[in-house]
């Protein structure tokens, strides 16, 4: 078993910037790839961002591409998504979730094994 542990969320002004992280404990050396993703009230969960854990590889929803950044420290068990220029439009419920799939789509994330509790992030006009 894997659990994970997200924090950062918070609120913040449109055009600034949050920092959140995923701790990951238990048997993490059976994740192959990990991500984040979000759901805003009345919407369905989505990707945001994955990567795979080994090798570094990552994919990104366009609507963040080039304001979020997704890493991961192996050595601390760590998921992060750096997120600039923050819009109203990303306020939501950021989960981190992390299994054996690849490539992490809003599709492929019902088969991920692992999910965090998830962490606020309200963006104010």
């Known amino acids: 078993q894997v659990q994970l542990v997200e924090s950062g969320g918070g609120l913040v002004q449109a055009g600034g910037s949050l920092r959140l992280s995923c701790v990951a404990s238990?048997?993490?050396?059976?994740?192959?790839?990990m991500g984040w993703f979000r759901q805003a009230p009345g919407l369905e969960r989505d990707i945001v961002a994955a990567?795979?854990?080994?090798?570094?590889?990552?994919t990104y929803a366009d609507s963040v591409k080039g304001r979020f950044t997704i890493s991961r420290d192996n050595a601390k068990n760590t998921l992060y998504l750096q997120m600039n220029s923050l819009k109203p439009e990303d306020t939501a419920v950021y989960y981190c979730?992390?299994?054996?799939?690849?490539?992490?789509?809003?599709?492929?994330?019902?088969?991920?094994?692992?999910w965090g509790q998830g962490t606020q992030v309200t963006v104010s006009s």
């Open positions: 979730a992390g299994g054996s799939t690849w490539p992490l789509t809003t599709a492929t994330s019902k088969y991920l094994q692992y």
């Open positions: 990567i795979r854990w080994s090798g570094g590889s990552t």
């Open positions: 238990g048997r993490t050396s059976s994740m192959y790839a």
